[in-house]
């Protein structure tokens, strides 16, 4: 069964980046039509999507962030990676990483929900 | 992009109650939803996915219905475990979720 754990600093200074790992065990991140993706959940808030890397290496970036997000991932260490440029307070948040695939029936085949997810880790935007 | 907006926020019951959470979508899903619970300090949990259809392990007192634009999750006999907020999520564009609604203790 596939496991996601994030990792990386847990404070972040205001305009530096905040660059987060996310390590996926019991499975390949190459293999398999999986969707490796970002979410953030600001302390008392709801949910928001970042954006994804797909196993073939397309990404996607949510709009409202897509000028600060870069999602890579390294096949070798069965990793993908989210980096936020020029954070503020704003951007003080859990960040959880999720694995979605696919649904397919009858020859047609859908994203699917997020099946998958790592603890998540508290990120702080501080001077 | 597509919005979900849940009611209500907060939804005050007991052990035993049937509870229901309405989702409206701002667009009409082709049937793509999927409902989450998260507990304080972990991660959201897959409930229902295909606005119907218990994910393995679900108990059966969860369920999932609507189309369109409007779906609802319902819990028919609230347990003392299932005090916890709730998403709706839509993945038919993307994905997004809604605000959630958080289940308490009345």
């Known amino acids: 069964q596939v496991q996601l754990q994030e990792s990386g600093p847990g404070l972040v200074k205001p305009s530096q980046t905040l660059s987060l790992t996310c390590t996926v065990s019991g499975g390949s991140i190459s293999s398999g039509d999986n969707y490796w993706s970002w979410i953030r959940q600001p302390p008392g808030k709801g949910l928001e999507y970042i954006g994804y890397i797909y196993y073939s290496g397309n990404t996607y970036s949510t709009p409202s962030l897509k000028s600060r997000i870069t999602i890579p991932m390294d096949t070798s260490k069965n990793q993908f990676s989210l980096k936020l440029t020029s954070v503020s307070a704003a951007d003080t948040a859990v960040y959880f990483c999720?694995?979605?695939?696919?649904?397919?029936?009858?020859?047609?085949?859908?994203?699917?929900?997020?099946?998958?997810w790592g603890q998540g880790t508290l990120v702080t935007v501080s001077s | 992009d597509i919005q979900l907006t849940q009611s209500p926020s907060t939804l005050s019951a007991s052990v035993g109650d049937r509870v229901t959470i309405t989702c409206r979508a701002s667009q009409t899903l082709r049937g793509w939803l999927a409902w989450y619970q998260q507990k304080p300090g972990k991660a959201p949990n897959l409930l229902i996915y295909?606005?119907?259809t218990l994910e393995t392990g679900v108990p059966s007192r969860f369920s999932g219905s609507g189309s369109g634009t409007e779906f609802t999750l319902t819990i028919s006999s609230l347990q003392p475990d299932d005090f916890a907020t709730y998403y709706c999520q839509q993945y038919d564009d993307y994905w997004t979720f809604g605000q959630g609604t958080k289940v308490e203790i009345k």
């Open positions: 999720a694995r979605a695939g696919l649904h397919c029936s009858n020859g047609v085949c859908h994203q699917a929900p997020f099946d998958v």
């Open positions: 295909r606005g119907s």
